[in-house]
C-alpha cells in the first residue's frame, strides 16, 4: 500500500480547534509555553483573549484548566506528553481525573517520532499513565483526518476528563476527509480471517502496509483501528479475535500497560486467546530520525511483516 498523503497530528489538532474557536465562546486553551510545537499558537493568533500561556509550570496548569472547567468553560490543556502525564500526573488524578472534571488533556510529542530530541521526551509510557486513572478517557488518533475529528468530538464532551495522545512527527492519511470519530468504537479498516492486528496511532498505517505485504504470501490480516483505548471496544475486538482466533497488537509505546496490556485484559476475562504484543518492550528511547527508531524497534513495516509472520508459525 503507498499512502499520497502525510500530515501531523498536532498540526490538524492546532488547525481545527482554531475553527472550533469561532463556533465556542466557551473554549479556552492553554499551554506550558510550548504554543508552536503544540500548534496551539494558531488558536491564540484567532482568539488571543481566551488563549493562555502558563510558562514552564505544567501542574499549574492542569490545575487551572480544572478551574475554568468548573467555571463553565472548555479547557484543552496542551504541552509535550511527557510533561503532561509525566510531570503533571498527580495534579491529573487529584484535581482532574478525581473530580471528574471535563479537561481536554490534548499532549502533543509522544512515542519515538519525537526523534532527534531523544529518550527524555519520548515518552512511551503515558498511555499507561492514563489509562489508570479512573474517569479518565484516552484515545490515539490513528491520522491528520481522526485527531481533527476527535479534537471536535472532545470539544463538546463533558462528560468527564478526556486525553488526546499526539505525536510530532506526520503520519499517513489514511481514513476519508468525512470520517466521523465514535467514541469507544474500534474501526475495522480492512477484512481478514488469519490474524486480527489492533493497532493504534502511527501502527495502523504500518499495519495496512503489512497486510498487503503478507498478502501476497497467502496470508489474511484483519486490521482494526483501536484509536479509543478507554473504554475499550469490546464487542467489536472480541468478534474479531474469534474469527480469527490470533491477534497482534502494535503500538508506539511500551508493551506493558498501553493498548496491548488493554487488550489481554479483555481477552483473559472474555476470550483466551494467542495475543503478541509489538511495540516498545522495555527499554527508553534514543535519538534519530523518527523512521530510523521505528526500524530499530521493529515498529515499521518490515518488523510488522516479521512479528506476524513469528506468531503464525509459532500458532
Known amino acids: 500500500m503507498t499512502f499520497d498523503r502525510y500530515e501531523g497530528t498536532r498540526d490538524a489538532y492546532g488547525k481545527t480547534l482554531a475553527e472550533l474557536g469561532h463556533e ?3 473554549i479556552v486553551v492553554l499551554t506550558a509555553d510550548l504554543a508552536g510545537s503544540t500548534k496551539t499558537g494558531i488558536f491564540a493568533k484567532e482568539h488571543p483573549q481566551r488563549f493562555f500561556n502558563i510558562g514552564v509550570a505544567e501542574a499549574d496548569m492542569m490545575g487551572i484548566a480544572a478551574g475554568m472547567a468548573m467555571s463553565g468553560y472548555r479547557p484543552f490543556a496542551s504541552t509535550f506528553a511527557m510533561f503532561a502525564t509525566g510531570k503533571a500526573w498527580e495534579q491529573i488524578r487529584q484535581v482532574i481525573a478525581y473530580p471528574k472534571v471535563p479537561v481536554r488533556i490534548v499532549a502533543t510529542h ?3 517520532t519525537v526523534g532527534e530530541d531523544g529518550a527524555s521526551h519520548q515518552m512511551l509510557e503515558d498511555i499507561s499513565n492514563m489509562r489508570v486513572l479512573p474517569n479518565m478517557t484516552v484515545i490515539v488518533p490513528a491520522d491528520a483526518v481522526e485527531a481533527s475529528a476527535v479534537t ?6 463533558d462528560d468527564g476528563p478526556v486525553y488526546v495522545r499526539l505525536a510530532r512527527a506526520k503520519f499517513p492519511v489514511i481514513l476519508p476527509d468525512d470520517y466521523q470519530f465514535e467514541l469507544g468504537r474500534a474501526n475495522v479498516l480492512a477484512e481478514g480471517s488469519d490474524v486480527s492486528v489492533f493497532a493504534c496511532g502511527v501502527m495502523v498505517s504500518a499495519a495496512l502496509e503489512a497486510r498487503d505485504e503478507l498478502a501476497k504470501d497467502g496470508i489474511s490480516v484483519e486490521v482494526v483501528n483501536v484509536s479509543t483505548i478507554k473504554p475499550l471496544d469490546a464487542e467489536t475486538l472480541l468478534s474479531s479475535a ?8 502494535a503500538e508506539e509505546h511500551q508493551v506493558n500497560g498501553g493498548l496491548g496490556s488493554a487488550v489481554c485484559e479483555l481477552l483473559s476475562e472474555n476470550l483466551p486467546t494467542r495475543v503478541l504484543r509489538v511495540g516498545v518492550h522495555d527499554r527508553f528511547g534514543q535519538s534519530g530520525p523518527a523512521d530510523k ?4 524497534y521493529g515498529l515499521d513495516t518490515a518488523g510488522m511483516v516479521a512479528s506476524i509472520k513469528k506468531t503464525l508459525t509459532d500458532k
Open 24 to 26: 465556542d465562546d466557551r
Open 110 to 112: 509522544a512515542g519515538l
Open 152 to 157: 471536535r468530538f472532545v470539544a463538546g464532551y
Open 242 to 249: 474469534v474469527k480469527t482466533g490470533l491477534v497482534v497488537t
Open 293 to 296: 527508531l521505528l526500524s530499530e
